[in-house]
């Protein structure tokens, strides 16, 4: 079955850079996502990359693919305060989107 | 462009009573919705997906007599709690997918906090 796995937690200082992993078990997913969402809010769609892509750069982020390892990853680079959030990655299954546990990310000053 | 709105944005009940919550996509016409529900610190977990004019297809383990999916058009789904109980108090997030999202993503509402007394 599709499953969806990411660390709990990352702690970085403002202006360094974050790295936020996720495994995946669907080889079949077409596309992956990664969503934002703050505390008592939905989700913002951040990013996505199509399978047969390697890396996709958008602004401050930059998401990785190892289509083999079943690994995806997001970069988040110069990391403010404001990026504090959960951080979910997700991969579009059968029909449906299916997220991982979700990653806590905590910007200090 | 691609908003979803929810209302209410919480509502709080008593035990025995039907919540009816709203979900609309504001600037695209959404062909099929998703409704979630989300526990503290934990995933978002898929209750049901409803096409336009279509009966809600459930998960396994939703019971689809307590929680009534309406996708009446392109813009609005509902989603009723009916006989609502403490237990199912919690985040309840809706998603809407649409011609506009031609890579497939789907568009979050805010969430609706419903809590049972």
């Known amino acids: 079955g599709e499953d969806v796995e990411q660390s709990l937690f990352l702690s970085v200082r403002e202006g360094d850079s974050s790295v936020i992993n996720c495994t995946y078990t669907d080889s079949s997913s077409t596309y992956l996502y990664w969503y934002k969402q703050e505390p008592g809010a939905g989700l913002q769609l951040l990013t996505y990359i199509f399978s047969n892509m390697d890396m996709k750069q958008d602004q401050r982020l930059t998401v990785l693919l190892n289509k083999k390892d079943k690994h995806l990853s997001l970069r988040i680079a110069d990391t403010q305060t404001g990026d504090s959030a959960i951080y979910f990655c997700?991969?579009?299954?059968?029909?449906?989107?299916?997220f991982g546990t979700g990653t806590r990310l905590l910007v200090s000053p | 462009g691609a908003v979803v709105s929810q209302h209410p944005s919480w509502v709080i009940c008593k035990s025995g009573t039907s919540v009816k919550i709203e979900c609309r996509s504001l600037d695209f016409q959404a062909t099929t919705m998703f409704w979630y529900r989300q526990f503290p610190k934990q995933s978002l977990m898929l209750m049901a997906t409803?096409?336009?004019?279509?009966?809600?297809?459930?998960e396994q383990g939703v019971e689809k007599d307590k929680f009534l999916i309406n996708h009446a058009s392109l813009t609005l789904s509902t989603l009723t709690v009916t006989s609502a109980h403490p237990e199912d108090s919690s985040f309840y997030i809706c998603?809407?997918?649409?011609?506009?999202?031609?890579?497939?993503?789907?568009?979050f509402g805010p969430g609706t906090r419903l809590t049972v007394t």
């Open positions: 997700a991969e579009r299954g059968f029909q449906k989107l299916v």
């Open positions: 409803s096409n336009e004019g279509s009966k809600a297809t459930y």
């Open positions: 998603s809407a997918r649409g011609s506009v999202t031609s890579v497939g993503e789907q568009y």
